[in-house]
């Protein structure tokens, strides 16, 4: 089970920092990653992360912003977001995988080949 938690109003150029909380499964076998849903728009990729951290995968739009973290011992992922703007307002998922390289793929698509998903979390980002 993921549930991700830590969303909220923030002005445009705060910080947030989401965090995801999993558990049943060998966390730290798998790769983990975010996505996100605007109103009306398709789900996109934001970032996603290995198993041990190593690497890292980030969407054009949040590079430089945004960083992807996780604690294996917590069983829990982050996500820090800096430099917020109104155009980063979504719903906010966490999802893991096997490998990191699903989430690649999955770029264009939305986050179709994942594996498992949680419950999201909501961002809005007032100008």
């Known amino acids: 089970q993921l549930q991700a938690f830590g969303g909220g109003l923030v002005q445009a150029g705060g910080s947030l920092r989401l965090s995801c909380a999993a558990s049943g499964r060998a966390f730290g076998f798998y790769a983990m990653g975010w996505f996100r849903q605007a109103p009306g728009k398709e789900r996109e990729f934001v970032a996603a992360i290995n198993w041990n951290g190593g690497t890292t995968v980030y969407a054009d739009s949040v590079k430089g912003r945004f960083s992807i973290s996780r604690d294996n011992a917590k069983n829990t992922i982050y996500l820090q977001m800096n430099s917020l703007k109104p155009e980063d307002t979504a719903v906010y998922y966490c999802?893991?995988?096997?490998?990191?390289?699903?989430?690649?793929?999955?770029?264009?698509?939305?986050?179709?080949?994942?594996?498992?998903w949680g419950k999201g979390t909501q961002v809005t980002v007032s100008s």
């Open positions: 999802a893991s995988d096997t490998l990191i390289a699903t989430f690649q793929r999955s770029k264009g698509t939305g986050g179709n080949g994942v594996d498992y």
